[in-house]
């Protein structure tokens, strides 16, 4: 297996090349300035405390909550203000979602990263408009696509003259209100030549349940070991201050309070295996 080609995001944040994985975390949905501020600063400082590169998410807009009457967010105009705010004070790489074409421009003039949703990685259209800001794009690979037809998602980004583009697994349907991961999709994503990200929280969802997304953090950790052991290059998380209080995926945000210990054992994962490839690639088949 050769390692996937390199994305840079900014100075010191790389995604592929068989670089250290970098960490994506932040708030399923912007809630308020207090709590945005504060979850990103708890972040940045770990993760500049544990050495490992760090962009922060967050949504401006839930477009796709289950029910019509949940929590969406600020939108685009107030979200994008609330993030430059953020993006300015700590100087942190920022990835934002986007749901249409005429999001991306402005969008794009405060997040490094322009992440495509799950639902929507087969909108050729909306895929292209990320591509040409020049931005990474990131898309989420479907919970009904394959790994190997992540290439065609793919491909709609770099024939739009766009190199940096990632894919996220994020587990595949298995029944109703359920979410399974294959680990080999890792490895399946990362031959094609594609950075990979694994997205431990969304991957512990369970759709639709009773008029919202239900899931279990329990098994975040569980799953971004995992992912880590199978050499992905970045690793995703949603976190929040109050993960119970969260007015959207209330189930599976992992709470800030425990993100120091949880990402220095990912650390350590991730640079043991990474050495041990240096090593294999050294001494030759």
Avoid: W
């Avoid at 949940?70 to 685009?76: D, I, K, T, V």
């Avoid at 700590?90 to 992440?115: I, N, R, S, T």
């Amino acid at each position: 297996m050769s390692a996937p080609r390199t994305v840079p995001v900014r100075p010191g944040v790389v995604l592929g090349g068989g670089r250290p994985a970098v960490f994506i975390g932040g708030p399923c949905v912007i809630e308020d300035d207090r709590m945005l501020m504060r979850t990103a600063e708890g972040l940045a400082e770990i993760c500049e405390d544990l050495g490992i590169g760090f962009i922060f998410k967050t949504s401006y807009d839930k477009a796709n909550r289950t029910s019509g009457g949940s929590f969406r967010g600020p939108g685009l105009r107030e979200g994008i203000r609330l993030v430059e705010r953020v993006k300015k004070r700590l100087g942190v790489a920022v990835l934002l979602d986007v749901h249409k074409e005429e999001e991306c421009g402005p969008a794009a003039d405060v997040a490094d990263v322009l992440q495509i949703p799950a639902f929507l990685c087969r909108q050729t259209d909306l895929i292209r408009a990320a591509a040409k800001t020049g931005r990474v794009v990131n898309i989420k690979k479907g919970q009904f696509l394959s790994p190997e037809d992540a290439r065609f998602a793919a491909a709609k980004v770099t024939s739009a003259g766009n190199p940096r583009v990632t894919v996220t697994e994020r587990g595949a349907t298995f029944g109703y209100g359920n979410l399974v991961v294959d680990m080999r999709s890792i490895e399946v994503i990362r031959d094609l030549g594609i950075p990979v990200i694994f997205d431990a929280t969304h991957s512990v969802q369970m759709p639709g349940a009773g008029g919202k997304t239900g899931g279990d953090r329990r098994f975040v950790p569980v799953l971004a070991r995992a992912a880590v052991a199978a050499g992905v290059d970045g690793i995703f998380m949603e976190v929040h201050p109050n993960p119970g209080r969260a007015k959207s995926d209330a189930a599976n945000q992992m709470p800030l309070s425990g993100m120091r210990r949880l990402l220095k054992s990912l650390i350590d994962i991730d640079r043991l295996v990474k050495k041990v490839k240096k090593v294999k690639k050294r001494r030759g088949p």
